[in-house]
């Protein structure tokens, strides 16, 4: 475990975030020409620096009108935990003091990171941990993709490798509501995606949504990746419960949007996922309607073990209970792998991220108001407006 570093602060702009356009338009505003464009995004997402001092290529001119104004920083880590499995969990603290948390799965040949969206979360799933911090706020593009440089920083993974990557995939399973944020998530793809910088295959991207049905389709026609479903029940009334979008977005809408989500087919199937809870929705019953209910969706099942965290109110299924209902959907034809947990052991393993970031802001207004301070920079209550009836 790290000690807390605190998060940089000065006013100069952070590149990290801008697109290309964004870039170009820096450029021009210090007198540069369009083909610098390229060599900054060369030194950012490809050999990863950090400090435009070692950017060579650039002039000596350009590369201190560059420091006086801006900085490719990413955010500070609060606190580094590794798991006996080999995972790594990072709590990364933002410049203005809010945190989210990211974590890295390693495999032999490969590894997926595991990124988020939101500090807190606008949804309120029962099962997921990060459901039970409500959402403080977006993040933006600088910090989604900040997630994953300060990932390749920790694994020494600069310059961007063509081959054997240690961050092959990601995944937008992390805290938050990908779907509620979609610009700022998909501005980070594109750069996440750019063949000259980061170079992550839009087929090694995986977008997970609760069910933000009108959005479903933007995802298959402007970014490609692949679809990730929390599901996690096989009808309305439990899932109400387990998942209160549904009660916007219905399952039957949602199972609709799948079927004509852009791109989908056997060989890229769309991932349902479902966490299994004991005697809540792992019934043989269960297993069968859900069968059922993805027939003719190219379908991928991932069966989930409940990953607990203090105060939950459910029980994982019994593994023999978990090996029946995954067999069921075996049979039907369905791959249906039980998901192993990584990361147990700190509290990042799938549904078990959180931040204390609402209630590190709730502290830090309390303490102004107690002296008096109440200003345009420090509102009356610094809680968004749907997490204000919460109780302290």
């Known amino acids: 475990m790290t000690a807390m570093i605190p998060a940089p602060h000065h006013s100069r702009t952070s590149l990290i975030g801008l697109s290309r356009t964004d870039l170009a338009e820096v450029l021009a505003e210090l007198g540069e020409k369009p083909f610098r ?13 950090r400090d435009f001092g070692v950017m060579t ?14 900085s490719v920083d990413r955010p500070a880590v609060a606190r580094e935990q590794n798991s006996r499995d080999g995972s ?3 709590l990364l603290r933002f410049a203005d003091g809010n945190q989210a948390e990211t974590v890295l799965i390693p495999e032999e040949d490969r590894g997926a990171l595991c990124v988020s969206s939101q500090v807190g979360c606008t ?12 959402l403080v706020r977006n993040l933006t593009a600088a910090e989604i993709v900040g997630q994953m440089l300060i990932a390749k920083d920790a694994v020494g993974e600069w310059p961007t490798p063509k081959e054997d990557r240690l961050l092959s995939n990601i995944v937008l399973m992390g805290m938050g509501e990908p779907l509620f944020n979609y610009d700022a998530v998909a501005k980070a793809l594109w750069i996440i995606m750019d063949r000259e910088g980061l170079a992550v295959s839009r087929r090694r991207i995986t977008l997970s949504t609760a069910g933000v049905v009108p959005m479903i389709p933007r995802v298959g026609e402007e970014l490609g990746v692949n679809l990730a479903v929390s599901l996690h029940a096989v009808t309305d009334d439990l899932r109400d419960v387990l998942v209160p979008l549904n009660r916007k977005y219905p399952i039957a809408e949602l199972l609709d949007a799948c079927r004509s989500y852009p791109g989908a087919s056997n060989a890229r199937r769309i991932t349902f996922e479902y966490v299994l809870l004991k005697g809540v929705n792992d019934s043989l019953a269960d297993a069968r309607a859900l069968a059922r209910l993805l027939h003719g969706i190219p379908a991928k099942i991932n069966l989930i073990p409940f990953n607990a965290w ?10 023999a209970t978990a090996a029946r209902f995954a067999t069921i959907l075996n049979d039907a034809g369905y791959s249906a792998p039980i998901r192993v947990p990584r990361g147990r052991d700190i509290m990042a393993a799938c549904g078990q991220l959180r931040s204390a970031s609402e209630r590190e802001r709730l502290s830090r207004f309390r303490a102004r108001q107690a002296a008096g301070i109440v200003d ?11 997490s204000r009836t919460l109780s302290a």
């Open 57 to 70: 290529s650039l002039g000596r001119t350009l590369r201190g009108a560059l420091s006086e104004r801006f």
């Open 123 to 134: 949804l309120t799933c029962k099962f997921c941990h990060t459901g039970t911090q409500r």
């Open 310 to 319: 203090p105060g939950a109110p459910f029980e994982n299924s019994p593994p």
């Open 88 to 90: 790594r969990k990072w």
């Open 376 to 386: 345009d920079d420090h509102p009356a209550d610094p809680r968004p407006a749907d």
């Open 37 to 49: 464009v390229r060599q900054l995004w060369h030194w950012i997402y490809c050999r990863g620096a």
